[in-house]
């Protein structure tokens, strides 16, 4: 227990995969450190079977969390996730948007479903929206906050054909980040985004075979597919004071691949 969060009252959005006997997702990974390191957590999710069995389990290991049902794109749901958080803890320091889906397969612009493609951007920008919304003013009463909203390192290249609402989306969230950190900058709101790499968590683990894996890691300059801990390290760089002077910005975790053209043939 380091203390780094004590005090500290957070909400982590898409962080079910909170427990450390399953694999992990990133969020969820956070939402545990940050209780283990002195926060209240209010863990928030689609996923109430896996939340609710992440969060008892953080609970008998001593730490204070909750587990609320939350769909990014309803407005109710996030009133109802800030008022029971602020009406628990007193307060509102840390919201981590980490919730997020891709199509369902890869479909080119021509061919893809328009509800499709309106459901994936409506996840992650209409969800980011309706999150920063709901937590800003709450955040201002109470002297500033930080907020990290979990984009993709497809905000900045595109990977593969057939992923443009996932890839759109995510760039999205990285110009919004911009854009609320300049409007709550004197609120003392930080607003950053964290562009992962491939990494290997519930999210991704029935594309992510080993053979997949193989061929993939020749692209990659670290030579390996990320871990959860690899990018919950910097979202809770972000979330903590460590990061105070910090927003606007993108956090790129990717192991060098966008750096990177690709290996020569
Ligand atoms: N794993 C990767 O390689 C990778 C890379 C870049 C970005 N991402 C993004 O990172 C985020 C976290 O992913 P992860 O890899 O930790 O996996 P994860 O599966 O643990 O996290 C995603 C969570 O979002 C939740 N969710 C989906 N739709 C929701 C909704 N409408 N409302 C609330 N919750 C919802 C899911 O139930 C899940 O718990 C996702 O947004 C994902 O797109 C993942």
Redesign the pocket.
Known sequence: MRNRFKGKVALV?????ADEDKLL????LSALIMARDGASVVI????DK?GTQSVEKMNNMGLTANYLH????SEEDWKSAVNFTVSTYGKLDIMIM?????EASAIKIGNIDVDEWRRVVD?TNL?MFLGVRSVVNQMKNSGGGSIVL?????AKVVREEGLNAYATSRAGMTHFARSAAVEYGPDNIRVNSIL????Y????AKKFTREWMNQMVKRIPLRRVAK?DDIAEGILFLASDESRYVTGSELLIDGGVTAWIGPTA
């Open positions: 959005v898409g962080g079910a995969n997702g990133f969020s969820g928030a999710d689609i996923d896996t939350l769909d990014v794109t980490g919730a997020g889906i891709g996840v969800g979990v984009s993709s390192m497809m992962p790499g491939w990494t968590t519930p999210f991704t959860a």
